[in-house]
């Protein structure tokens, strides 16, 4: 199959139970995967490819998340919004409850990292190349322990600016508080270990919550789909963090939070 044909405008904005759409995404991924042309397509976010690798394939993980195999909620991405990447509905509850999601990305060189996802077999230019030349020489000077610990505090330096970036991107924006925030950040390369978790936490509480962002959720997705970081956005004045975890494989603790 050409890998124009395997997503459609209809398919991709089809409503699904969240079960659904992570087998529909597997699906699809297998597709493009089978050839060569099929993975630059996805690499290259050629058409509708853009919206699946930069919103669907997250929104997969999101919900995958959040509720699981519950068969009540179902999510539908809207690719036509810019101002709304996806709804998801919950009819438990009355009168439905309707949240509208909103992504953004902070993953350094995304480019390279859609390269190692979809063709891992190639050869890869340094992800983390766009270090200053001051950078790279105080890296060289030091031994090999302490340049690999200098290296990976410019790699979370770099990375809270990113989500800083994200989110300061959506502020004095409209959403309301029926809207969710969802930055995608680099779990794999950076944001490793407990601790740099916890760094990543309270940077999130001091410098980007009290950024005027009208909605009522933010999570922090890491794109491994291995860890989801939840905030309530609330006035700045009253900043609390309700609830953070990095997911292992006991994600149904994690359902109906949205």
């Known amino acids: 199959m050409e890998p124009a044909k395997i997503l459609s405008l209809v398919d ?3 409503e699904r139970t969240p079960e659904e759409l992570v087998r529909w995404v597997e699906r699809k991924n297998k597709l493009f995967k089978n050839t060569k042309e099929g993975r630059r397509y996805l690499v290259e976010r050629q058409g509708l490819a853009r919206c699946f690798v930069d919103e669907i394939y997250s929104l997969s993980f999101l919900v995958r998340h959040l509720f699981n195999n519950r068969i009540d909620v179902v999510c539908k991405p809207n690719l036509s919004d810019d101002d709304c990447d996806a709804v998801i509905v919950d009819y438990r509850r009355r009168p439905l409850r309707v949240r509208s999601i909103v992504f953004a990305r902070a993953i350094l060189s995304y480019e390279a990292y859609l390269r190692r996802l979809y063709l891992p077999d190639e050869e890869h230019a340094f992800t ?3 270090f ?4 790279r020489r105080d890296h060289k ?13 410019i790699l979370l330096n770099k990375g809270l600016e990113l989500i800083a970036k994200a989110a300061r991107a959506k502020a004095d924006r409209p ?5 969710t925030l969802v930055i995608v950040f680099d779990d794999y390369g950076t944001f490793r270990s407990r601790e740099d978790l916890s760094l990543l936490e309270d940077f999130v509480i001091t410098d980007v919550l009290p950024m005027n962002l009208d909605f009522g959720k933010l999570y922090l997705l890491g794109w491994s789909g291995n860890t ?3 905030f309530s956005v609330v006035d700045h004045s009253k900043l609390r963090k309700t609830r953070s975890k990095q997911l292992t494989t006991d994600k149904s603790q994690f359902q109906d939070r949205v």
């Open 175 to 179: 959403y309301g508080k029926l809207a």
């Open 128 to 130: 983390f190349s766009r």
């Open 141 to 153: 000077s030091k031994s090999a322990d302490d340049g690999e610990t200098l290296l990976h505090v």
């Open 132 to 135: 200053t030349q001051r950078d």
């Open 12 to 14: 991709c904005e089809m």
């Open 228 to 230: 989801i970081i939840e």
